[in-house]
């Protein structure tokens, strides 16, 4: 298959590419690489697919949402985390509808807040809405289109870099076998995750 991974330069975009690449021929995009791509800019995403054409699949690894107090945060602060991360990957699933091959598949990320924590409040609305679109949404796919999402949990190369404590997460390669499982399995508007659990913060 060929297949296009956004975010590819990031923690868990290069692990998915590097997986992949092992039986597929892989396209690495992300906002500053051969391949540009930014989700805020839907003239970029029309740009990647005509540029790109013929794909199988699309992964997108690129978006994400800060931790921050729910009362420090403004109204444009959330508006900002809803249009980066869902209507970004929403556009992307527009998009590539009308792109891939027969039978492709688009795999979209979310997050994992099952036990929230403190300052995921943005986290969880926008991750909570992609799961809701993609479970509506597949039911729409043309073609034998597939749409699912990745909720990856906490990865340890993030912790470590977060100094927090890498135990409670999970290795990036082992969080790429979840997007391999969608993209080569036959799963349908379905959330598929590493099943991690929750790190607990540092005391200061």
């Not at 039978?103 to 924590?117: A, H, K, M, R, Y």
């Not at 508007?189 to 991690?196: E, V």
Request: with cysteine; aromatic share 4%.
């Amino acid at each position: 298959m060929r297949i296009v991974v956004i975010g590819a330069t990031g923690t868990i975009g290069g692990a998915v590419a590097d997986a992949l690449e092992a039986r597929h021929d892989v396209v690495r995009a992300s906002r500053h690489g051969a391949v540009q791509v930014d989700l805020g800019d839907p003239s970029s995403i029309d740009a990647m697919f005509t540029t790109n054409p013929n794909l199988d699949a699309v992964v997108c690894c690129a978006a994400n949402t800060e931790l921050a107090p729910f009362a420090s945060q403004s109204d444009a602060q959330f508006a900002d985390s809803m249009a980066s991360k869902l209507f970004g990957q929403v556009a992307l699933v527009r998009r590539a509808v009308d792109h891939l091959r027969d039978q492709g598949s688009v795999t979209l990320t979310s997050g994992t807040f099952d036990e929230p924590i403190a300052g995921s409040a943005a986290g969880a609305l926008v991750n909570a809405g992609l799961e809701g679109f993609v479970r509506a949404a597949a039911l729409e796919m043309p073609r034998g289109l597939r749409l699912n999402v990745v909720s990856p949990g906490w990865v340890a190369e993030s912790l470590a870099a977060a100094d927090m404590d890498t135990a409670e997460g999970t290795a990036a390669a082992d969080v790429a076998r979840a997007y391999l499982e969608s993209v080569e399995g036959t799963a349908q508007g379905r959330t598929l995750s590493p099943q991690a659990p929750p790190p607990q913060q540092r005391s200061p």
